[in-house]
C-alpha cells in the first residue's frame, strides 16, 4: 500500500536533526520518500515542513518562504558556533550596553541585510558542507547574503546576573526571508554593541503559511499518524488556479497555458482540476507559463 501524498507539519523537539526528525517519519509513513523543507538545527524547536510521497515535490518551493521565530539571545559572550550547542570562545562583559543601545543594534539589523553566514552551516562550498570543512580545520570564508529581516521586535531583557552583570539575555520575534540564519543575527548583534553575543533559544512558530498550532509532535504523531493532503498543502501554501477540464488535461501532459492566466510573474501557482485535484505548480517565466511540477499519473 503507498503511503498517501501530502504534508506533516511537525514540533521538532531539541537534540534531533531535521534529518533524524525525515527518519522518524518514514518509519511512520512507511515510505523512503520523505523530505523536509528549511533545516532547523538540533538545538531549536518548532515547525519543520516535511513532504510524503508526492508532496516532496513541493519542499524546494515551501523552502523559499519567509520564517518566524521566538529567539534568546547571550550578550557577553561569544561560541564558535554563534549558539548555545558550541564553545564560549569570546568574553566580552555587556554590564555597560543598555536597553536604548540593544534597541538601536536591533533595528540597524532589520530590513534588507547582507549577512555573513555562520561557519558552521550547511552551505555548500566547492562541493563541501561549511560546517564539515569547519569542523576538520579549514574553516571557509563564507561571503555575505542578501537577506530581509522583516521583522525583529525585542519582546524582554534580563540581567541573569543582575544589574552591572557581565550578561544579558534578550528575547525576541524574529521574521525573516529563506536563507536568514537567526544564529547569524545574534552573533552581529554582539558585535554591533561592541560586545559578543549568540543564540540560546530557537523556537520556530511559522514557516510559510504553517504556523506552530498547526504541529504536531512526534509522540502524537506516532499515536495518530495523518498528513495534510496534497492539494489541500498546496492551497495553503500557494497562490490558486482552478481551471477548465481542456486546460488541465493540457497541463497534466506537461503543456503550458495563456500568458496572463497566472497573475504574478515568477511566484509558483498551484493549478487545481475541475473536480479539485492538483494538476501542478506553475510558474510565468518571461510572458510564457510552464509546470514546475506535475502531480497527475
Known amino acids: 500500500m503507498t503511503a498517501p501524498s501530502g504534508l506533516v507539519i511537525v514540533d521538532k523537539p ?3 536533526t531535521s534529518h533524524d526528525v525525515v527518519g522518524r517519519i518514514r518509519r511512520l509513513a512507511g515510505t523512503r520518500k520523505v523530505g523536509h523543507a528549511g533545516t532547523l538545527d538540533p538545538m531549536a524547536t518548532g515547525v519543520l ?13 515551501l523552502t523559499l518562504a519567509d520564517k518566524e521565530y521566538q ?5 557577553g559572550q561569544g561560541t564558535d558556533t554563534d549558539d548555545a550547542e558550541g564553545t564560549v570562545t569570546v568574553l566580552a562583559s555587556a554590564a555597560s550596553v543598555t536597553d536604548q543601545a540593544i534597541a538601536a543594534g536591533v533595528a540597524a539589523l532589520t530590513g534588507p541585510i547582507e549577512q555573513v553566514p555562520p561557519g558552521i552551516s550547511a552551505i555548500k562550498v566547492g562541493g563541501q558542507r561549511a560546517y564539515k570543512l569547519t569542523r576538520d580545520g579549514q574553516a571557509p570564508e563564507l561571503a555575505a547574503r542578501p537577506v530581509t529581516v522583516h521583522e525583529f521586535t525585542v519582546t524582554a531583557i534580563r540581567r541573569p546576573d543582575g544589574p552591572g552583570g557581565d550578561l544579558i539575555d534578550v528575547d525576541a520575534t524574529v521574521v525573516g526571508s529563506s536563507g536568514t540564519y537567526v544564529r547569524a543575527l545574534a552573533r552581529d548583534l554582539g558585535q554591533g554593541l561592541g560586545t559578543a553575543g549568540h543564540l540560546t533559544a530557537l523556537r520556530r512558530t511559522r514557516s510559510g503559511p504553517y504556523r ?4 504536531r509532535t512526534l509522540d502524537e504523531l506516532a499515536d495518530e499518524f495523518t498528513v495534510t493532503p496534497l492539494a489541500a498543502a498546496a492551497a495553503a501554501a500557494f497562490p490558486r488556479l482552478d481551471l477548465t477540464a481542456p486546460d488541465a488535461a493540457r497541463v497534466a501532459h506537461g503543456g503550458r497555458l495563456p500568458a496572463g492566466m497566472l497573475s504574478a510573474a515568477d511566484e509558483p501557482a498551484a493549478v487545481f482540476g475541475p473536480d479539485g485535484s492538483l494538476i501542478a505548480l506553475m510558474r510565468t517565466e518571461g510572458g510564457q507559463t510552464r509546470p514546475l511540477a506535475v502531480f497527475v499519473p
Do not use: W
Not at 515542513?49 to 518551493?61: D, P, W
Open 71 to 75: 529567539a534568546t539571545i547571550r550578550l
Open 14 to 16: 531539541a537534540g534531533m
Open 49 to 61: 515542513v516535511v513532504g510524503v510521497e508526492k508532496a516532496t515535490r513541493l519542499l524546494g518551493h
Open 212 to 215: 506552530i498550532e498547526a504541529a
